[in-house]
């Protein structure tokens, strides 16, 4: 599975963007499609989960109400950003997993290439 990201760029806070990212070669139907982002001198962290066979999201705490993971086609999801605040300045990957993964929030296989976010 081959994972690209699109949309990310430079917003002001209070703006908005949408992630796209669009998966090739062989996907699942049954898996964990999700969204990380590494903030400046941070680890990586997941902020957004959708399992696929059922259509169920999570989101962590921070972007909890702001942001929405969707599925919008077999292979391409996204991530759309509201009222962006500073913090949320990172890069943004999208990832999926091989398999159905309780809650979405660990176990991703395949990555994106990462795309910046950027929120002054």
């Known amino acids: 599975v081959q994972l690209v990201e699109s949309g990310g760029g430079s917003v002001q806070p209070g703006g908005s963007l949408r992630l796209s990212c669009g998966a090739s070669?062989?996907?699942?139907?049954?898996?964990?499609m999700g969204w990380f982002r590494q903030r400046p001198g941070e680890e990586r962290e997941w902020i957004a989960g959708?399992?696929?066979?059922?259509?169920?999201t999570r989101y962590d705490d921070s972007i909890q109400g702001r942001f929405s993971i969707a599925q919008d086609t077999a292979k391409a999801f996204s991530l759309r950003m509201n009222s962006l605040e500073s913090g949320d300045t990172g890069i943004y990957y999208c990832?999926?997993?091989?398999?159905?993964?309780?809650?979405?929030?660990?176990?991703?296989?395949?990555w994106g290439q990462g795309t910046q976010v950027t929120v002054s």
């Open positions: 990832a999926a997993t091989a398999q159905p993964i309780v809650q979405c929030r660990q176990g991703y296989a395949y």
């Open positions: 070669g062989h996907t699942y139907s049954s898996n964990c």
């Open positions: 959708l399992y696929t066979g059922a259509g169920t």
